[in-house]
C-alpha cells in the first residue's frame, strides 16, 4: 500500500485490494492539480493517495466512526484534505473533477452492519462469496441508492469530470442501461473480488480525456 500509513478499525470497512485500484484509477483519471471528492471515505484511504498526488481533495462520510478513523490517518500521513460529514451530497458544495466512491454494501446500515461488513471486508474469499449469493438481493436494494447517487453527481462534475464507482458487474450493467445520461469509458477488474468491478462514467456527450 505504497508508503501510505492506515490504521483500519472494526466498524470502518478497512482500505483493502479494490480500495487500492480506487485510488488508482481516480488519480489516473484526474487531470494535474485538479479536483476530487472522496464519497464515503471510510479510512481515508483514497483521499490520502490523491493529496499525495497533489489534487485537492475533500472526504466526506455519513458515518461519525469513520470520519474519527479517517481524520486519525490524514493527520498521520500529514496531507490536506478537508473532511466532514454528509449523506451523498447533502453537505458537498462545488464541483470537482472526479468523485470516487465505494458504496457500503447495504445503504441502509446500521451501527450492528457496519461491524459486520467491516469484518467481512477482512475474508475476501468470505466477502466474494456472499456477493455471489446475495447478488440479486443486492441489485434490488442497492439499485436505487446507486441511481440516486448518479443523478445527483452530475451536478457535482467540472465539465470533463468523471465518477469512479465500485459496483457489482450485474449493477454496472444495470446502471449503463438505466442511465442514459452517463456512459462508461473504462471497467477495471478487482482479482481479489471478481463480481465486482470499478468503472469510470463520464455525462454523455463529453469526450474521453
Ligand atoms: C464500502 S465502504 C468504502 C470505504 C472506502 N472508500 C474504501 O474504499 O475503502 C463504504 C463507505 O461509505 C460510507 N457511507 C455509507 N452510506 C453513505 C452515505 N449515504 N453517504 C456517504 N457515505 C456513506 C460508509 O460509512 C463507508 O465508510
Not at 498521520?76 to 466532514?84: C, E, F, I
Not at 458544495?93 to 457496519?114: H, S
Not at 469512479?164 to 450493467?173: F, I, M, P, S, W
Not at 471478481?194 to 463529453?206: D, K
Amino acid at each position: 500500500m505504497e508508503d501510505i500509513v492506515i490504521h483500519n478499525a472494526l466498524g470502518v470497512c478497512s482500505a483493502e485490494e479494490d480500495t487500492q485500484i480506487l485510488a488508482r484509477v481516480s488519480a489516473e483519471e484526474a487531470p494535474a492539480g485538479g479536483r476530487a471528492l472522496d464519497m464515503g471515505t471510510g479510512t481515508g484511504y483514497v483521499a490520502i493517495y490523491l493529496a499525495r498526488r497533489g489534487l485537492e481533495v475533500e472526504a466526506t462520510d455519513v458515518s461519525e466512526r469513520a470520519l474519527g478513523l479517517a481524520g486519525e490517518n490524514i493527520r498521520r500521513n500529514s496531507v490536506p484534505v478537508r473532511l466532514y460529514r454528509s449523506d451523498l451530497f447533502s453537505a458537498v458544495q462545488g464541483k470537482f473533477d472526479v468523485i470516487a466512491f465505494n458504496p457500503p454494501m447495504n445503504p441502509r446500515e446500521t451501527e450492528l452492519t457496519r461491524w459486520v461488513t467491516s469484518f467481512l471486508r477482512r475474508h475476501r474469499c468470505i466477502a466474494d462469496l456472499l456477493m455471489r449469493v446475495f447478488d440479486r438481493w443486492l441489485q434490488g436494494s442497492r439499485m436505487d441508492f446507486l441511481v440516486r447517487f448518479m443523478e445527483q453527481a452530475k451536478g457535482y462534475l467540472r465539465p470533463g469530470g468523471c465518477v469512479v464507482l465500485e459496483a457489482t458487474r450485474a449493477e454496472l450493467d444495470a446502471l449503463e442501461t438505466l442511465l442514459p445520461a452517463w456512459r462508461v469509458c473504462r471497467r477495471i477488474d478487482i482479482p481479489s473480488l471478481p463480481a465486482e468491478q470499478i468503472a469510470v462514467f463520464r455525462p454523455s456527450g463529453e469526450r474521453d480525456v
